[in-house]
């Protein structure tokens, strides 16, 4: 089962030496970003990509079975390339771009700052002027803050300077990492989750816990792992029998799941391991969510090839959960099993939820989708913050009404590129005008709701014998609408690390249109459904 983490990860490493420029002569040399050095497409490297220096340092480093690149020259100079790319195309200030020039990312910053000194330290590097380039981008995480909660973030900026305090020895970067933890902390339910944007996120809990743990195997604080133990605990609701995790019940409908941290924590939290066990049936199943974008799969090659590395093989029983009925009132998440099923919900977006029947996904629900005769499109899979839903449970009874929101996919234009371009080019140097982009970017992409004259109330109940799903739809305006769906997959925010392809991805929706004619006449309709 251990070596299940090696296959997955190995397979990416011809993958990032595709995405990596290794002309000497080029003046891109070291740039994983081939939208960029090599298809042209792209007018900025993005900075995020050269966190792919640190799956080649391990295996580089570590004589993995059937590893070809073990010790192989080449692949260190590439490293080195990659981490002096890095600082080349860096701000003054040590920052860099994800997303528009500019950016000044504090999660690319991040990552990459992470990937880079634990390169460094693995591969034993001396480099003073790498050293400079850590530090400055050290500072500049040090000194900076970003708009919303995301804790997975400032975990991984703790552990990076945590890694700079132990390459330069300056002492400032300990304590700022300490004081990052604590914010973590802070950012903590007390249900055990930490805050990513509106809310928890079952996926990037995973991410949470993957950093977190490894700096608690660098300092050994004791309230960091009791907060860890508490994440682990809640964490075991939401990776489910077949061994995905979270999902469009999170507030940022992600499938992550993150296997080192739980490997070092085996030791001291039993849960842990049988999380990890029931990862690795996903795998061998071949049930694991696809993360192969050119963008986003280097978190999961290194943690898996980490997880191998600290593989904990403790004996332990899996033991089939006990009937439960679980409300997490902070997160609005509710868990339930009986008999051979197991539900998870979320009550705040609307009743999205999950069905299990023994170890197989029976149906996921992502709620409804209507298309107005204007041509807008309104969701009910919102997360809604404003307190404006009523989400009650009742013994095994969920209840919930609520409003539905507009949903638009925003696309990029040749004219929003070229506005967006000039206004950067003149305004983009003050940090203070590139926190603003983004934060109108995360309002306009994620965080920002408009209501739609429609009017929603989903009650669920899991029985013995399978779910009972009451859904009555109210037209508060004088609009049709012309199209009607329960959807399956559906995404209505923008999260780089959501709409992977998964098996419950493969579920088709169901078409809701023969009730139109009774919606747009009555301006209300009950539709019944009955999951077993």
Known sequence: ????????????????????????????????????????????????????????????????????????????????????????????????????????????????????????????????SIETFLKRRGNWLASNVESGKLSNHHAIAALALYELWEITGVHKYKHIAGEKIDLCLSWQSTEGWFQEYEGCDPGYLSMTIDFLARYYKKVKNEDLLKALKKAVEFLDYFVYPDGTCGGEIGSRDTYIFMPHGFELLGSVCEKSLEIKERYLSCLKEGKDTNFEDSRIFGHMTYSHLMAWLDYNDKDITVRGRPDIEKDFTNSCLYAAKKRNYYFVCSYSKGGVFKLF?????????????????????????????ENSFQGQVRGDVIGIEKELFYYKRQLATPAKQALLRIILFFLGWLPAF???????????????????????????????????????????????????????????????????????????????????????????????????
Request: glycine share 6%.
């Open 434 to 532: 590139s926190r603003f982009i983004r934060k109108l970017l995360q309002r306009i992409l994620i965080i920002g709701k408009d209501k739609a004259p429609v009017s929603f109330n989903r009650t669920l109940h899991l029985g013995e014998d399978g779910l009972e799903i009451r859904d009555k739809i109210s037209l508060l305006g004088n609009e049709n609408v012309k199209r009607m769906y329960v959807s399956t997959d559906k995404v209505s925010i923008y999260i780089a690390m959501s709409e992977c392809f998964n098996t419950g991805a493969l579920k088709p929706w169901i078409d809701l249109n023969p009730y139109l004619d009774k919606l747009n006449s009555e301006r209300v309709v009950e539709i019944t459904r009955k999951l077993k």
């Open 357 to 385: 029947k023994n170890d197989k996904l029976l149906f996921t629900d992502t709620g409804i989708v209507c298309e107005l005769d204007s041509g807008k499109v309104c969701v009910t899979n919102r997360i809604d913050t």
């Open 1 to 128: 089962m251990k070596d299940l983490y090696l296959k997955l990860a190995l397979k990416q490493i011809p993958r990032i030496l595709t995405l990596v420029d290794t002309d000497m002569t080029s003046p891109t040399y070291g740039c994983f970003d081939r939208e960029y050095w090599h298809y042209r497409t792209a007018d900025f490297p993005c900075g995020m990509s050269q966190e792919f220096v640190l799956p080649l340092a391990l295996v580089y480093k570590t004589e993995f079975r059937d590893n070809p690149f073990f010790g192989n020259e080449k692949i260190k100079e590439i490293i080195l390339a990659g981490i002096r790319f890095a600082e080349k195309s860096s701000h003054r200030d040590g920052s860099c771009d994800d997303y528009f020039p500019y950016e000044r990312a504090y999660g690319a910053a991040s990552f990459s700052l992470y990937a880079f000194t634990e390169s460094y330290l693995l591969l034993d590097i001396k480099d003073d």
